[in-house]
């Protein structure tokens, strides 16, 4: 084998360097000292900004993010037991149809739609001099709702008909409520008096806590919780259902050993 050849040796020449002697300060400013400090000025170097990206919002289905269930029993009149792979889940009934039956109304009080239910008998609305101001001052705005009042003369107005979605029997407290809200805050917008519209629909149609549901109905209202757009909370913002995990129930009945006590185990 041939020996390897030694690197070559690289010469560098000697560089002479010309010492700036300064004896006082006001030779701080002198050519010398400008021409060095540009010389051996550290480079900047130029930022250069990210893009800005616009975040990319993933919509999910309500199959996606609801838990599919398999509807068990009813306790105490109020709550619904339903299982899932994941675990236990409880569910407040009243809640479930309350954000069932809030999506359905926000979406049919959005509708302009000309159906009608005409009263056999008249609701005739009484006020005094100053609500009957403020009513006949907003009467175009309760008219895009559905709520139609005619002056009735001396303070009064006189109701015919009322949208379709009114529930029957609670025609008269409706309008008085919806009339109510004008009364105390006439600066509503129509959005808004409609968002307040289907929360109280939706609590007023909503079955109560103590009313007993077979299997049939608890199971439908399972399945019309899990197609709406949020069906995690009511209106209000409570929570419908509330879920213990697996593993939440194996640590409550001490299935699984806390691991900061020791080795985990199943019993």
């Not at 599919?68 to 569910?91: E, F, K, R, V």
């Not at 739609?113 to 001099?129: C, D, F, G, H, N």
């Not at 009313?211 to 049939?216: M, N, W």
């Not at 399945?223 to 913002?237: D, I, M, R, T, V």
Request: aromatic residues 8%.
């Amino acid at each position: 084998m041939a020996p390897k050849k030694p690197a070559p040796v690289v010469k560098h020449e000697p560089v002479n360097y010309t010492p700036i002697i300064i004896n006082d300060s006001s030779q701080l400013a002198s050519a010398e000292i400008k021409e060095w400090d540009q010389k051996y000025q550290p480079t900047k170097t130029k930022e250069v900004e990210a893009p800005v990206t616009e975040p990319v919002e993933i919509k999910e289905t309500p199959e996606d993010k609801f838990p599919t269930l398999s509807y068990l029993a009813q306790m105490h009149g109020t709550y619904l037991l339903a299982q899932a792979a994941d675990g236990l889940y409880l569910i407040d009934q009243h809640a479930a149809q309350e954000r069932c039956k809030y999506e359905y109304y926000r979406t049919e009080i959005g509708k302009v739609s000309p159906a009608k239910q005409e009263l056999l008998v008249p609701i005739i609305l009484s006020y005094p001099t100053a609500e009957s101001l403020k009513i006949t001052e907003n009467i175009d705005k309760l008219a895009q709702l559905g709520v139609e009042l005619e002056d009735f003369g001396q303070n009064t107005f006189i109701v015919r008909r009322h949208p379709i979605w009114f529930k029957k029997g609670q025609e008269e407290d409706t309008i008085k409520e919806m009339v109510e809200w004008f009364l105390v805050d006439h600066k509503l917008t129509i959005a808004q008096f409609r968002e307040k519209t289907a929360i109280m629909m939706s609590c007023k149609r909503s079955i109560k806590a103590n009313h007993h549901l077979d299997e049939f109905q608890a199971k439908s209202l399972l399945e019309q919780l899990a197609k709406c757009e949020n069906p995690f909370n009511c209106p209000h913002g409570r929570p419908t259902l509330v879920h213990f995990s697996n593993s939440d129930l194996e640590h409550m009945f001490k299935r699984i050993q806390d691991p900061h006590q020791g080795n985990s185990h199943e019993m």
